[in-house]
């Protein structure tokens, strides 16, 4: 059975700085990109999201920024690899949409990733961390654990 499943992760000190090629959706707004990391992770077919939902869904979204909405970019790839989002509300943020290419896994991406979300969160005043995941998503539980996220 696969349940929801909140992992958290309290922000001390300053995270690392990553080295990673990362730009922000502000730098990229390409909603087609972002289609199609979603469409080829979670849903595909039908139910694929249309250009027009996801603005209508990130405009629903009062906390969504384009300053915080990040790419992985691989400069041998014309399109990015993986992107991520933080909504941040006082000292608690949270990370929502973390997808990568199935190809471009194990490659530190996420991390990358996560560690510029970790620092814009700590430089926006944010002091803990939540993800939502499913129990039944093992890669990204395992993922946030080795990240220190711990069951809410
Ligand atoms: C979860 C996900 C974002 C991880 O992306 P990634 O770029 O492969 O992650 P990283 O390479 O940065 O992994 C860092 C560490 O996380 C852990 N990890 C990541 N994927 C893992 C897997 N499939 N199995 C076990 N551990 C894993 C490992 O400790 C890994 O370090 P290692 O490769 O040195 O062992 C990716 O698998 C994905 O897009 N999954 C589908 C979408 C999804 O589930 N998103 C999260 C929604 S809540």
């Given at each position: 059975m696969s349940l929801p499943l909140l992992l958290t992760k309290r922000l001390t000190v300053s995270p690392p700085k990553t080295a990673a090629a990362i730009l922000s959706y502000a730098a990229h707004a390409a909603p087609d990109d972002w289609l199609r990391l979603h469409g080829a992770i979670f849903l595909s077919g039908a139910d694929r999201w249309t250009t027009a939902r996801f603005q209508r869904e990130i405009t629903a979204r009062?906390?969504?920024?384009p300053q915080q909405m990040w790419w992985a970019i691989q400069?041998?790839?014309?399109?990015?690899?993986g992107v991520v989002t933080l909504e941040v509300a006082g000292e608690q943020g949270r990370i929502h949409w973390l997808m990568v290419d199935a190809a471009a896994r194990r490659q530190g991406v996420a991390s990358a990733l996560l560690g510029t979300l970790e620092q814009a969160a700590w430089d926006a005043g944010v002091r803990q961390l939540t993800a939502e995941t499913l129990s039944s998503w093992t890669p990204a539980v395992a993922f946030y654990r080795r990240h220190g996220y711990e069951t809410a």
């Open positions: 009062d906390w969504f920024s400069p041998s790839r014309p399109q990015p690899i």
